[in-house]
């Protein structure tokens, strides 16, 4: 059973950055790895991906030239830099382990694997 361990998130001001963890439990080789963000009362959303073995990052238009998406092979982890938050960008951060990266918006019913989730919130 893959796992998922997300950790970074917190609490910070418009314009400010955070790094983004997650920790999967078996080589990313043969997976999409995927941020998605759920705000209170939207549903979730695909904000980026990258594949395991395939150095092509997807990003949604709003956070494009904000986010960056990388990873780790052998460390089996993925981050997310994000630079320049915006209030808009508050919410509950996933990542999910699938085999669809591209094509968004991406279903989150395509996705097995899902951390727990860590809590971003921008705010002055």
């Known amino acids: 059973q893959l796992e998922l361990v997300e950790s970074g998130g917190g609490l910070v001001q418009p314009g400010g950055s955070l790094r983004l963890s997650c920790k999967v439990s078996e080589s990313l080789d043969y997976y999409c790895i995927v941020w998605f963000r759920q705000a209170p009362g939207k549903e979730r959303e695909g904000v980026s991906s990258?594949?395991?073995?395939?150095?092509?990052?997807y990003y949604i238009d709003s956070v494009k030239g904000r986010f960056t998406i990388s990873r780790d092979n052998d460390n089996y982890a993925v981050y997310l830099q994000m630079n320049s938050l915006q209030v808009e960008d508050t919410g509950l951060y996933y990542c999910a382990a699938g085999f669809v990266c591209s094509g968004y918006p991406l279903p989150a019913g395509a996705f097995n694997y899902w951390g727990q989730g860590t809590q971003v919130t921008v705010s002055s």
């Open positions: 990258i594949h395991g073995s395939q150095d092509t990052p």
